[in-house]
């Protein structure tokens, strides 16, 4: 898949809500972004990882065991070939 894939992000700005502090986009590591990209080929509505879900429609991150711990994701797509 390499090279056919995007790459995911999650904010991880302290405040990732607040429009006065700047994005800080971290990449997902290399198992995760195949998971989340697998997850969205298969047209689900979420990808599971180990600590989070992440929520295609609403482009979310939250945390398995506290729903209020979200924060914005974005997907870069793969380079044009």
């Known amino acids: 898949m390499a090279g056919e894939s995007g790459q995911w992000f999650w904010n991880a700005a302290q405040n990732p809500f607040s429009p006065n502090t700047p ?3 971290t990449a997902y590591s290399a198992q995760d972004n195949a998971k989340i990209e697998q997850s969205l080929k298969n047209k689900d509505t979420k990808a599971e990882l180990a600590n989070h879900h992440i929520f295609f429609k609403e482009r979310m991150q939250v945390h398995k065991s ?3 711990k ?3 994701v974005k997907r870069d797509p793969p380079p044009p070939k």
Do not use: T
Request: aromatic share 22%.
């Open 23 to 25: 994005a800080q986009w």
């Open 70 to 72: 979200q924060r914005p």
């Open 66 to 68: 506290d729903f209020q």
